[in-house]
């Protein structure tokens, strides 16, 4: 532990000087402009600074990720919304998937933390964290790539696969 001026400094606390401040704005920042721009979630390119860079407890970059995924989300579905580019049927589908899914992981990193050993391995440790954020980053980026593999086949046979979430008019 590290006393300056007067502040504890405990494990996974930022220090938040000048260099930091600029450096982890502009990471931030850079991070917002890619979720735009691309359509990925925030957190894909936050967490792992958040966890490799700022050294900030799992837990902490988890909880961190969520808020933020939350805020965006709202925002992105607002919009779309407003705009009319809802397919209310499919998002209602993968609404209640998301909420089970939610319900499922979270009473499995539970179960899994409550145990104290299973075949030998101890799971009261943040790496189960770390390593099922990290394997929802992975999936989530290896699913990306699969869809833009699609995307430049039917767009090289000429073929317009459309928008997933704009309302096909008929007529």
């Known amino acids: 532990r590290e006393i300056v001026g007067g502040f504890e400094y405990i494990q996974g606390d930022i220090r938040w000087d000048t260099h930091n401040s600029l450096f982890y704005a502009f990471i931030f920042g850079s991070a917002g402009v890619m979720a735009g721009m691309f359509g990925i979630g925030g957190g894909i390119v936050t967490t792992p600074v958040m966890l490799a860079a700022m050294h900030v407890h799992p837990e902490v970059a988890a909880a961190t990720s969520s808020v933020m995924v939350l805020f965006t989300s709202s925002l992105s579905f607002a919009s779309y919304s407003l705009f009319g580019m809802i397919h209310w049927d499919y998002s209602a589908a993968v609404w209640v998937i998301g909420f089970c899914s939610c319900i499922f992981g979270n009473r499995m990193m539970r179960s899994a933390r409550?145990?104290?050993?299973?075949?030998?391995?101890?799971?009261?440790?943040?790496?189960?964290?770390?390593?099922?954020?990290?394997?929802?980053?992975?999936?989530?980026?290896?699913?990306?790539?699969?869809?833009?593999?699609?995307?430049?086949?039917?767009?090289d046979d000429g073929e317009n696969l459309g928008d997933i979430c704009t309302p096909q008019i008929s007529g």
């Open 114 to 155: 409550r145990k104290t050993k299973v075949h030998g391995r101890t799971f009261k440790r943040n790496s189960l964290l770390a390593y099922s954020v990290g394997g929802v980053l992975l999936l989530s980026a290896f699913l990306m790539s699969v869809q833009y593999i699609f995307v430049v086949i039917a767009y």
